[in-house]
């Protein structure tokens, strides 16, 4: 299911000179909520280019009730602890959004969501989203 429909618009569109000399390779990009993105980055309203992966992660970490309950392990990209799922005990969000049992913060993502609950993932989400 597709959360979003982007819209596309040619590089020329994008930004300033600055900004367009970061991404001269790309030939097209695409804009969502003050963010410009292509197939392989993200760029945030600053210029600066995120990897896609991240904000798809980004993604799971909410109404991601199905995701984390079928998952052996959930990590906190806030926090960075590692936890079995059986240990969060609060919901958000009409019950389908994770709250970190460690910190009390919405930043859990399940291992069912395909991206890997490791130390280098986990801090680099963080780095992304609290940093």
């Known amino acids: 299911m597709t959360l979003f429909r982007p819209i596309v618009k040619r590089l020329d569109d994008f930004g300033n000179a600055a900004q367009r000399a970061k991404i001269k ?10 963010t410009f993105w292509n197939c392989k980055a993200v760029f945030d309203s600053a210029g600066s280019a995120v990897p896609m992966d991240l904000e798809r992660a980004h993604g799971f970490s ?5 995701h984390v309950l079928a998952s052996e ?5 806030c926090c960075l602890a590692e936890f079995p799922p059986s240990e969060i005990t609060q919901w958000i ?3 389908l959004t994770p709250i970190c049992p460690r910190c ?4 859990v993502i399940g291992a069912a969501s395909g ?3 490791t130390d280098d993932f986990l ?5 992304r989203w609290f940093s």
């Open 123 to 127: 801090k680099t989400m963080n780095k």
């Open 62 to 66: 909410i109404f991601n009730r199905q």
């Open 104 to 107: 009390g913060i919405d930043s």
């Open 115 to 117: 991206f890997p609950i």
């Open 73 to 77: 392990s959930c990590g906190c990209f």
């Open 93 to 95: 969000d009409r019950a």
């Open 25 to 34: 390779d790309y030939d097209e990009m695409c804009y969502w909520r003050d």
